[in-house]
C-alpha cells in the first residue's frame, strides 16, 4: 500500500472516530433511556432512532455494498429505513434500545476498521461502472459519504435537542473571543458572466453536486453578510408579519394559518425579545445572524427590504469565483480545508457567530461567513444539475428533485467541516424553522 493510501486511510479512520463520539456525545452520553426513546416533536425522530440509523447506513454500504460482507443485523434493516418510516411513526416502532443500540454501533465499527484495513482505495473513481464496489472505494467515496452521513444525522440530533423541553444537557463552549471585523460594504457587486458551477473531482462530493457545468449570470448585488437579529427586528418592528404585501400568496397562507410573528423560539421580553436556545431562555443578540426562520420569512424580509433572495448559482458564484483567476475554489478563502479562523462549524459553540466574526473565511469578492453560522435560503427549487446521475442510490438526491423542496447552502454552525464545501446542496420544505437556517438577500443591477 502506497503512502497516499495510508493517509487516506488514516483520515477516514479519524473522522470515523469523530463522528461516533459525536453522535454518542448527543445521545448515550447526554440523556437516560426515557429521554433517548421519547418522541420530542412529530417533526423528528426519537434519538435512539437516529443513533442506531446511522449504524445500520454504515453496515449496509462499508460491510455489505462495498465489503461484500454478509449482514449483521438483517431482521432490523426495515426498522431503520428512513425512507419506509415517516418521523411521526418511529416511535411506534419496536426500536433497539440505548445499549443495544450502542452495541450493534461498536460492533458494526470493529467490522468496518478491519475492511477499511484491507480496502484498495487507489482504484479511479468512476462512477456507473458495471463494477458497483470499485465505483464506491475509489477515491474512498463510500467512506467519506458514511462520515458525511452520520454527521448530517447529528446536526439533526441537535435539531432535536432544540425542539426538547426540560433542563439543557449540551455544555457550552465559548472559545475564544475575536474582534470582530464586519465588511465596511453591505452589498458587494458581483459582475456578470460565467463560472463554473458544481463539482467533478471532489471525492466527497455528493451525486447532486455534479457534474460541473459553465453557468452564465447576469450581474447582480449581494449581501457581504447574513441578516443579523437586528435587521430582522426592524422588519417585525415595521408590521412586516402584519402586511401581506411582502409575502408570497403560500408565505401569506402559512403566517395566516400558523399565526407567526416572529423566528421559531422568540418570545416578547419587555420592550424587546429573549429565545429558547437548547433549553436556555435568553435575550436575543442583535449582531448575530438570525436563525429559526422558513424560506416564506426569508421572502417576505427581502421583498420589505427591496430585494429578493439570492439564486443557488448566484449564491455560488458569490462563495467561488475568483475574478483575478476566473477559477471557483473549494471554499470562499480557497481549497484549504476550513479552520476556525475561516468559518464557525462543527457545533464548536451551540449557535451562530456574531456577523462579521470570521473575516479569514471572506471569498475574493468581499463576501463574509458563506460557510457555516447559518443555512442560507435560496430562491431555487432542488432539482438535478444537467446531466445528473444518481449515484449510489436514488434515494439520497433524485426522489426529491422538483417535488417544492428550497435549496439551502453554506452549512451552519451545527453542520461538520467533513459536510460542507461551497459546492455542497441541502434542501427542506419552505415551512421548515426547526433547521438552522438563515439568509442574506441579493438584487438586481450594474454598478452605481
Known sequence: ?????????????????????????LTIDALDDEGLLAQHSPLMSPLVWDLAHIGNYEEQWLLRAAGGREALRPDIDGLYDAFENPRADRVTLPLLRPEEAREYNDRVRKEVLDALDSADLGIPEQRGEPDGRRSLLGAGFVFHMVIQHEHQHDETMLATHQLREGVPVLLEDTGAVAALRPPVEEEVYVPGGPFTMGADDDPWAYDNERPSREVVLDPYWIDTRPVTNAAYQRFMEDGGYRDHRWWTLEGWEW?????AAAPAFWSPEGDGWSRRRFGRQEMVPSEEPVQHVN??????????????????????KAARFDPATGLSRRYPWGDEEPRPRHANLGQRKLGPSPAGRHPDGASPLGVQQLIGDVWEWTSTTFTGYPGFRAFPYREYSEVFFDQGYKVLRGGSWATHPTAVRSTFRNWDHAVRRQIFSGFRCARDGEPA
Open 1 to 25: 500500500m502506497n503512502h497516499e493510501q495510508e493517509r487516506a486511510k488514516e483520515r477516514i479512520a479519524t473522522e470515523l472516530e469523530r463522528s461516533r463520539r459525536r453522535s454518542n456525545g
Open 295 to 316: 424560506f416564506h420569512e426569508a421572502s417576505a424580509y427581502a421583498a420589505w427590504a427591496g430585494k429578493r433572495l439570492p439564486s443557488e448559482a448566484e449564491w455560488e
Open 255 to 259: 403566517r395566516e394559518r400558523t399565526g
